[in-house]
């Protein structure tokens, strides 16, 4: 069995992660089982900088094989903002009611072409000498005029999906496993998750 650590401390993402990269012969550790791992802040400028730093800073403090993803969303009426600010957008780390005031607030009468958006994620692989793989999603849609729905997470309640005519916060987590960027991003590390796995 192929112990790997996942680089979070969100129950959210180790949930919903661990069950989109669920591989045969592989076991997800939590941080939770890693106190002494210290937080790693995220300074990079783009979701690729900050996953692969994340990713090799958990694998050289637990000695083994980790995972960490990067992701946000991205505005174009915002110069694609807010990026890898989107957990802090409106200042504290991780207040979604904010963050998604904030959002509503400046985009706040203008039409739908300009309300484009979409979410991106990026998964980086690490071993304690380095990074084995990077794989990357995105998730097209717009911002929604008003919050709908009390699914999900972060920006869900206002990232409409045109197709379904619902935001993220109305879909079932069935749903949203199947259309995510995370999910996405997911699909396509998990080749390198089943090679690393077959040679333990």
């Not at 791992?37 to 083994?64: I, Q, W, Y």
């Not at 849609?141 to 935001?167: E, N, Q, S």
Request: proline share 6%.
């Amino acid at each position: 069995m192929l112990d790997i650590a996942m680089a979070t401390r969100n129950r959210h993402k180790f949930r919903e992660l661990t069950a989109l990269l669920r591989v045969p012969g592989v076991r997800w550790r939590s941080l939770a089982a890693h106190p002494d791992v210290p937080a790693v802040r995220e300074t990079g400028r783009t979701f690729e900088a900050n996953a692969t730093k994340k990713a090799l800073a958990v694998a050289r403090a637990t000695g083994r094989l980790a995972v960490a993803d990067d992701s946000g969303l991205e505005v174009e009426a915002l110069r694609w903002g807010p990026g890898v600010r989107s957990a802090r957008f409106a200042g504290s780390h991780g207040d979604d009611r904010a963050n998604n005031r904030k959002l509503l607030r400046l985009l706040d009468g203008l039409p739908p072409a300009r309300r484009r958006a979409r979410y991106r994620c990026v998964l980086a692989l690490a071993s304690p000498s380095g990074v084995v793989a990077v794989a990357r999603g995105a998730w097209t849609g717009r911002i929604a005029d008003h919050p709908r729905g009390r699914g999900g997470f972060g920006y869900d309640p206002v990232f409409l999906v045109p197709a379904l005519g619902k935001t993220v916060g109305e879909l079932s987590p069935a749903v949203k496993q199947r259309l995510s960027h995370r999910a996405r991003a997911a699909r396509r590390l998990v080749p390198s998750l089943r090679r690393l796995a077959r040679a333990a």
